[in-house]
């Protein structure tokens, strides 16, 4: 990891968000950067002052980072639009942004900043949400298809701040088990049935594991997605949940699974959402 950008507001959430971007910097030897962005439809006159507060904010931010130095930036335009290109042009490896502030009707009819970004975005992003430590206690990394041993490789890379211990959570599906029931198929048949795909997840998981240091725990539940991911990290009391944002090609950006999208609006750790593209360019790799 070579670059992290953290994206500040200059608000509490973002506070967090800066110190979670500092620390992973240091544990992973990444330079560090702080952006903010001004809408550009004020006024010219509003526009100049405010790029020159928030260039004034940005720089005290910085100031106030310990054992980190950061670049600062303020840029222009369309919020999320802005902030996906100082990413890009900085060549981001990491975005980290604070929490959305949680509105029942902006979560039911809008999509925040953030995640409009995560939608586009071809680097992986965190919304940071929880205490601040040098490095992560526990994380769960959420797989649906083949996506593990890609997370897993971007967990590692955040060097001496990745997590302590990580777990592989995979909730089965077997989307033909209830025709089979309903079709009248006998239980063991059912059930060996289930066995299988089971076997099946577990195979990829043990193959996304192997990369992982340290070693990880493969857990395998029969549960809904959101309802496993939230229950395994209550109990285990993990503090980072990572998943893919499904994206597999550039026509496809902006395709968010529901478990991320569940994740990024009601969530209660960090949540590390990492593009497939950035998955699909790493497995070429």
Sequence with gaps: MKTIMAITDFSERSATALER?????RGSGADLMLVHAVDDSLPRHILAHRMSEAEEALHQEAA????KKARCEAVTGDVFWALHRAATKAHADLIVAGDHRRSPLRDLFGDTTVERLIRVSAV????????VASA???ALIAVENEEGRELVEVLTSFGKAAPGKTTLLHAVSAPAEGLLYYAGVERDVREDYRLRIEEEARSRLETAARKARPPVDIRIVDAPPPTAIADFAARAGCDLVAASSHARRSVARGILGS?????????STDLLVVPRIVSDRQRRG
């Design 21 to 25: 971007a500092a620390a992973i910097a």
């Design 64 to 67: 106030a980072i310990k054992g």
């Design 124 to 131: 992986p992003v965190l919304i940071a949400r929880t205490p």
């Design 136 to 138: 992560y206690r526990h």
């Design 259 to 267: 478990v991320s999208s569940e994740l990024i609006r009601h969530g």
